[in-house]
């Protein structure tokens, strides 16, 4: 059945003024600084039009033109430069125009361009930039620039040298297009052409864009265009980006279920997961003392996770979606998430499991339309039970978990031979990462405060502290310890600490006690007693990652973050030397919902005073709706940090 399809007559004007219209019209009629006051640089158009070959070999041309709004924008702008990685695309900067406010027009000698190393920080593939330079503009100068580029952005096996080029999902094609901008954009144009026979699903997520289909010859022009787009405003620890922002999606394949088949197939086709006798020895080893599923499971990823060192330095076959060989893995004993989930693969295949691959997005949502919205690479294992769980070698060095719970509410795709859909990471339940810090403490008559706290933690929250241990030199633990101390009460003293074995995480949570002396640490007059209970006071707030939060804004227009769900309770004794009156400082003992709650209780026996608090935070990523009360306890928490207690001794 042939479908009718047509170019809205305000689209074909448009793209006929663009392609039309006098460069220097346009950048005249732009505006200037004073339309734009909160911006550097203004971008007038950003056209892409792309040609998807049979292979899905892509063919992309952009043209975009900036204007110079400050001095800022000018230096911004001094040096064009683009970032590719050689092995699966190839870049040209085409031509650079400067146009001046003076009315004259430069052409840059693009023969001057410099292809180069880019700088790598623990991942050393060979990513290449592109970069010429443009010289000396003013506010009010524009540039043009010119770009063709062919290829994609992960590299798989070739034959020859268009073949490196066609996406590894042979003959499919898909596109991730953000139609947001950091500097205000006039007009976002993106069209691609598609072979017809080839089933395009495409959506314009978070705004709207005028659309069209075009049949040209044997081919489907796919076109979108959005104007005025203007910097989003963005909030603290906001969801990413590309959760709340206009973007485009669109792909040939037909659906995830066709990804996962295809991700597995093309790792056992490639033998990624193949073992040695050298591999059999290790695992043998690791598991000999093992009780029980589980227990190997444990072993296994945690010998990965801490042993094979994170650090991408091989190259040749198997980088992107193809996962290196277990051999490889084992002898470099160091690579990607992707080669650290694949050594963990080949392990416990090797112990006798059945375990595949998986492909993840850390920090933002993966929408439904099957365009490659990945990042990260985990394993998964099926139990006896027939049950599937998710392993992440490459997030749990030193850390109890199997999977990182600062990875729930996060999507994921297996590759596994019956195929799989979308799906997401559940929510870790509060009391799995349990933050507890109870003390007993002596306020003596000279204000200093003796005394000890025990902190325990589990999960997530066992990590932040464990951290201080396992990222420092052995020689530093102690110090760490103290420097948590002393950002709470400078002057503090610590006269003796016992944190455990922090390297044996897997056989108990962190235990850390510690007793100290904290000269003139409260103040006492023949009056008053003013002191704030230690325990109270933000003490180890790594640990307590939603304390970093402003609570002020009254409301979020976007989703928010947090480092994983967590569940704090925080009490202390104090020994005081006189008896008295407690002044009630202004607090709600109870507040929240159930996404986020606050209890806390403050009490004067004779001379015992007491406090307690417990806040109940239920997940990661949270709703603009969730702010009020998850800002409530926040403020709730720091008012038992920030409020000193005062005891009347008048009475």
Known sequence: MKAKYLLTISMILLVQFLLASAIPELIKNSGCSTDYPNSNLLVIFDSTDVNVQESGLSYVNTHILYKVLTTTGAKKLNVIKFGYDP????????????????????????????????????????????????????????????????????????????????????????????????????????????????????????????????????????????????????????????????????????????????????????????????????????????????????????????????????????????????????????????????????????????????????????????????????????????????????????????????????????????????????????????????GNSEILKDGTLVGEFLLTAEGQSDASIRRMFTSNYVSEWQSSVEKELLRVAPQAEVIEMDFGKPYEYLASNIHLKVSYRIPNYAIITDEEIIFTPLVAANLFKRGMSHMYFNANPKKRNFGFRDRCSRLIELSETVKLPAKGKLIPIEFEEKVGDETSSFEGTMDLNGTNFSFSEKVILSKRVYEAKDWPSFSKVVESQKKFAETPIIIDLTN
């Open 87 to 438: 092995l699966s695309a190839y870049i040209d900067i085409v031509g650079v125009t400067i146009y001046r406010k003076d009315g004259s027009i430069e052409e840059v000698d693009v023969s001057e361009v410099l292809d180069y190393p880019a700088p790598a920080r623990m991942i050393y593939w060979g990513a290449s930039e592109k970069m010429v330079e443009v010289g000396r503009l003013e506010p009010g100068d524009a540039v043009e620039v010119f770009l063709f580029k062919k290829g994609y952005t992960y590299a798989l096996l070739y034959d020859n040298e268009d073949e490196q080029y066609i996406p590894p999902m042979r003959g499919h094609y898909y596109d991730i297009v953000p139609f947001w901008s950091s500097d205000p954009l006039l007009l976002k144009y993106y069209s691609v052409s598609v072979p017809q026979e080839k089933l395009i699903q495409y959506r314009f997520y978070n705004g709207e864009a005028e659309s069209s289909v075009l049949l040209e010859n044997d081919k489907l022009r796919y076109t979108f265009i959005k104007k005025d787009i203007m910097p989003i405003k963005g909030e603290p620890r906001m969801v990413d980006m590309s959760d709340i922002a206009p973007k485009l999606l669109i792909s040939t394949s037909p659906n995830w279920e066709a990804k996962s088949l295809w991700f597995y197939g093309v790792n056992e086709d490639y033998g990624s997961f193949t073992s040695t006798p050298d591999i059999d020895k290790k695992v043998a080893d690791i598991v000999k003392d093992a009780v029980d599923e589980m227990d190997s499971i444990t072993l296994l990823t945690h010998w990965v996770a801490d042993e094979i060192r994170y650090s991408g330095i091989s190259m040749g076959p198997g980088e992107g979606y193809t996962l290196h060989s277990g051999e490889m893995n084992f002898t470099d004993r160091c690579g990607v998430c992707k080669d650290k989930a694949g050594m963990l693969i080949t392990m416990l295949r090797a112990a006798g499991f059945e375990s595949y691959p998986a492909m993840t997005m850390a920090g933002s949502r993966i929408d439904y339309i099957p365009a490659d919205q990945f990042n990260h690479s985990v394993t998964i294992v099926k139990l006896r039970s027939g049950e599937y769980k998710l392993l992440d070698p490459t997030w749990v060095p030193f850390l109890r978990e199997l999977w990182s719970s600062a990875e729930q509410q996060q999507n994921y795709l297996m590759g596994v031979p019956e195929g799989a859909d979308l799906m997401i990471t559940p929510i870790s339940e509060p009391e799995n990462h349990f933050f507890r810090i109870s």
